[in-house]
Nanobody
Framework: QGQLVESGGGLVQPGGSLRLSCAAS????????MGWYRQVPGKQRELVASMTTNGNTNCADSVKGRFTISRDYAKKTVDLQMNSLKPEDTAVYYCNAKFWTVDYWGQGTQVTVSS
């Protein structure tokens, strides 16, 4: 079994920055694609950004130019640097690790952007 633990969420004013971190353990290795999703009540969980095992990234149009995903393969961590935050970025952010049909999720961390 694998585990994902997120940290770094919180309350920030519009225009501010936050950095989310996710630490993988157990059976999750560098072969897993990893990424961040977010969800607001009443809506489907959506992809924010992801990074494959060879470093290719995918990013939602709504966060391009503001959010950056990074991975440390040795430490098995994936971070999400979020800049120029907007109220519409408010959501629960989830870390994800995927390898073929094996899919792990973290418990989620709340990000609230409000003045």
């Amino acid at each position: 079994q694998g585990q994902l633990v997120e940290s770094g969420g919180g309350l920030v004013q519009p225009g501010g920055s936050l950095r989310l971190s996710c630490a993988a353990s157990g059976s999750i290795s560098s072969r897993y694609n990893m990424g961040w999703y977010r969800q607001v009540p009443g809506k489907q969980r959506e992809l924010v950004a992801s990074m494959t095992t060879n470093g290719n990234t995918n990013c939602a149009d709504s966060v391009k130019g503001r959010f950056t995903i990074s991975r440390d393969y040795a430490k098995k961590t994936v971070d999400l640097q979020m800049n120029s935050l907007k109220p519409e970025d408010t959501a629960v952010y989830y870390c994800n690790a995927k390898f073929w049909t094996v899919d792990y999720w973290g418990q989620g961390t709340q990000v609230t952007v409000s003045s």
